[in-house]
């Protein structure tokens, strides 16, 4: 912390273990080294018949770590490889791509969003250049009324870059796109824009601010807090929530089943909103 680190400048990180936690004593368990940075994101799934752990940091590099039987058992440091990726500076969100057997997912890095092979440890394709600083959400959408089933629907959101006179030099907006992969070896990987979602007092200019959806609407926080809901399928604003107090609201959570939407931010509140069924 007091440290300084001269090539970054800025203080000086320790390497980050991911811990694991035995909820009977509430201790740490185990501890398992491999990023030398802050972990940003982590997801599981199974590819091909086995268990893993994905996580992404401010080093830049995506780990895959075995697990045994869903857990972190029998765990040893021969059970993570990293994805053979040096180009990422900073991997924000990692998310499974949904109806591939969990053998691809996303990416939300600093320089855009990265498509990889989970079962190989290798990238697929990267989509550069979506927001003039970095993409640090990436979502895939079930979209509820549309037939179109030809191709994956996912959400991103980034951060612009800020001018010397500290003007920002675009609007904030989030992004809902068209992700179609190949269907035969080799084919290519394509994203497609549909359309965007702004408002004149939409300000999410600051990173690790995620968004969700619930297949109908989008709900994206702000660095003010609020929280904005668009109609995914038209792009119309139909609300705003400005229930926080000014500053930055971290993460929307819509529920699995229920109509419920959950807000967390950085005046250390959490609110709990309750929809009609």
């Not at 250049?129 to 549309?146: K, P, R, W």
């Not at 959806?213 to 807090?225: K, L």
Request: proline content about 4%.
């Amino acid at each position: 912390r007091y440290d300084w680190n001269t090539d970054e400048d800025d203080n000086q990180i320790l390497p980050s273990p991911i811990k694991s936690f035995d909820l009977a004593t509430r201790s740490v368990s185990q501890r398992f080294f491999g990023h030398t940075e802050e972990i940003l994101t982590m997801t599981a799934g199974e590819v091909g018949g086995e268990w893993y752990l994905f996580s992404g940091g401010q080093d830049g590099r995506i780990i895959r770590w075995h697990m045994a039987n869903r857990s972190f058992a029998d765990f040893g440091s021969a059970g993570w490889r990293w994805m053979a990726d040096e180009t990422t500076d900073m991997a924000i969100r990692i998310r499974l791509i949904p109806g591939t057997g969990n053998r691809y997912f996303a990416a939300a890095c600093a320089e855009g969003l990265k498509i990889y092979d989970a079962a190989n440890c290798t990238i697929v394709t990267s989509f550069e250049g979506l927001y003039t600083s970095y993409c640090d959400d990436v979502l895939f959408v079930n979209m509820s009324e549309t037939d179109d089933r030809s191709c994956l629907y996912v959400l991103t959101r980034g951060v612009e870059e800020i001018y010397e006179d500290d003007r920002q030099c675009k609007p904030n907006n989030c992004d809902l796109h068209a992700l179609e992969l190949p269907q035969k070896p080799g084919g290519k990987v394509e994203l497609k824009h549909v359309r965007s979602f702004t408002a004149e007092n939409y300000n999410a200019n600051v990173w690790l601010c995620g968004l969700d959806s619930n297949g109908r609407y989008v709900f994206a926080p702000t660095i003010d807090g609020q929280v904005f809901i668009w109609n995914i399928q038209t792009g119309a604003l139909t609300g705003i929530l400005r229930d926080h107090d000014p500053v930055p609201i971290r993460r929307v959570l819509c529920h699995p089943s229920k109509p419920s939407l959950f807000t967390c931010s950085d005046d250390g509140s959490i609110k709990v909103y309750h929809g009609k069924p």
